[in-house]
């Protein structure tokens, strides 16, 4: 089983910055892509970014490339997703999600991953 715990989400202006953590217990073999999600109130859950476990293959969605970075310790025990230049439009809640293989393409489709976290709240002000 594999355990994930997010943190670091808040209430910025636009324009601002985040970092948003997730914490993965478990059998590290248990998980291989990892990636953020988020959800907006009436919205579907989009995939944000996504990392190889290679921690160098990375893609990102259209909306958020060159903003946002996702990032993994060594230990791969910790995910990260720096947030930068906040719209308002990226109110939403963020997911943490792994995968128990390596997704094949972008690795932004929700149904390729199995376990979630309970998400992060981030609110973005105009």
């Known amino acids: 089983q594999v355990q994930l715990v997010e943190s670091g989400g808040g209430s910025v202006q636009a324009g601002g910055s985040l970092r948003l953590s997730c914490a993965a217990a478990g059998r590290t073999s248990d998980r291989s892509n990892m990636a953020w999600f988020r959800q907006a109130p009436g919205k579907e859950r989009e995939g944000v970014a996504s990392i190889r476990p290679d921690s160098a293959t990375t893609f990102y969605a259209d909306s958020v490339k060159d903003r946002f970075t996702i990032s993994q310790a060594s230990t791969k025990t910790t995910l990260f997703l720096q947030v930068n230049s906040l719209k308002p439009e990226d109110t939403a809640m963020y997911y943490c999600?792994?995968?128990?293989?390596?997704?094949?393409?972008?690795?932004?489709?929700?149904?390729?991953?199995?376990?979630w976290g309970q998400g992060t709240q981030v609110t973005v002000a105009s």
């Open positions: 999600a792994a995968a128990t293989y390596t997704v094949p393409g972008r690795g932004l489709s929700r149904y390729s991953y199995s376990y």
